[in-house]
């Protein structure tokens, strides 16, 4: 399968701004995707983006990509107790039929 | 989010023994995966169905079959298992192949003793 990788843990002061960092090496990639995973649940699509955009904005979150270096970004504004869970990074050339995850940031919110 | 359940949530089982994880999903999708989730791997594609009767094989299928009778349901099954197949369980559901997403279900967590 495709690389897709992601460190593991990220620790962020309540209110501060959290930014997780995604690479991937499949230079075909269409759509990149960040998953949520909270605690004994599973994940949950909080946005995508495709290919041919360099940003987008959704509310608290800012999704930045740099398709020359295959890095995606994720900000998180006001980042609250709420937001502790693992993110996914995922990548696909074709769509939901063939998605390559990374192996999730554990965010942890310090109060 | 689409309507998946997964059953049983939470499998104790032995080495050897066969086991059968079912997805059910609500939401008429096509698509329906199955994957592994393990520290250091992220999920990992075991199978997939793209329609009834209709699957292949992901990543790691090795040591897992499945099955899809009806649009709504898909089969985990584990004919003989491992210590190695200890893990989280993840069933995803997606309407259509190109720009729609994943849907998942609530994960199974099971254990092989």
């Known amino acids: 399968g495709e690389d897709v990788e992601q460190s593991l843990f990220l620790s962020v002061r309540e209110g501060d701004s959290s930014v997780i960092n995604c690479t991937y090496t499949d230079s075909s990639s269409t759509y990149l995707y960040w998953y949520k995973q909270e605690p004994g649940a599973g994940l949950q699509l909080l946005t995508y983006i495709f290919s041919n955009m360099d940003m987008k904005q959704d509310q608290r979150l800012t999704v930045l990509l740099n398709k020359k270096d295959k890095h995606l970004s994720l900000r998180i504004a006001d980042t609250q107790t709420g937001d502790s869970a693992i993110y996914f990074c995922a990548e696909s050339e074709t769509g939901a039929n063939n998605l390559f995850f990374g192996t999730g940031t554990r965010l942890t919110v310090i109060p | 989010d689409a309507g998946i359940t997964q059953s049983p949530r939470h499998k104790v089982t032995e080495t050897g023994t066969p086991v059968t994880l079912r997805c059910h999903q609500t939401e008429n999708h096509r698509y329906m995966y199955w994957y592994r989730q393990d520290p250091g791997h992220g999920l990992r594609l075991i199978h997939y169905?793209?329609?009834?009767?209709?699957?292949d094989k992901g990543e790691v299928s090795d040591g897992y079959s499945v099955s899809r009778s009806k649009t709504e349901d898909f089969l985990l099954t584990l004919e003989s298992a491992t210590s190695s197949q200890t893990s989280v369980y993840f069933c995803a559901s997606a309407g259509t192949a190109d720009t729609d997403t994943q849907y998942f279900g609530p994960g199974t967590r099971l254990t092989v003793l």
């Open positions: 169905s793209y329609g009834v009767k209709d699957t």
